[in-house]
């Protein structure tokens, strides 16, 4: 079922409501006649606009989620490194390891006698 005629349908609700709330409440001033469409009175026309207005809102943002829901997965999987290291400091996982001068090729103690 297409949403796009759902959406128009329901501003069309919500400006015809606004219309006779706007109508009603100045018969009412004009008249002083509480006049009422249906035992509704303008307030009620106005929050039955809101609501169509909202639902109107809420169906199209679903629409476009659903319509750019792989594209915007796409993007997300694509992340960039985080640069956790401050800008002062050099990154201690880029920056190569400087071989230890007191420790012999032989790998640490196992090259070493003891004396004593």
Do not use: H
Not at 48 to 53: D, E, N, Q, R, T
Not at 68 to 75: E, P, T
């Amino acid at each position: 079922m297409p949403i796009l005629p759902l959406i128009d349908l329901m501003i069309l609700i919500a400006w015809t409501c606004l219309i006779v709330a706007v109508v009603q409440k100045a018969l009412s001033m004009a008249l002083a006649v509480r006049a009422s469409v249906f035992g509704m009175t303008p307030y009620d026309f106005v929050l039955v606009a809101g609501v169509s207005l909202l639902f109107a809102l809420a169906l199209a943002a679903r629409m476009w989620v659903k319509a750019n829901q792989s594209r915007l997965l796409g993007r997300q999987r694509v992340v960039e490194p985080v640069n956790e290291v401050l800008p002062d400091y050099p990154d201690p996982r880029t920056v190569k390891a400087k071989p230890d001068e007191e420790t012999p090729s032989g790998g640490g103690a196992q090259g070493r006698v003891a004396t004593g």
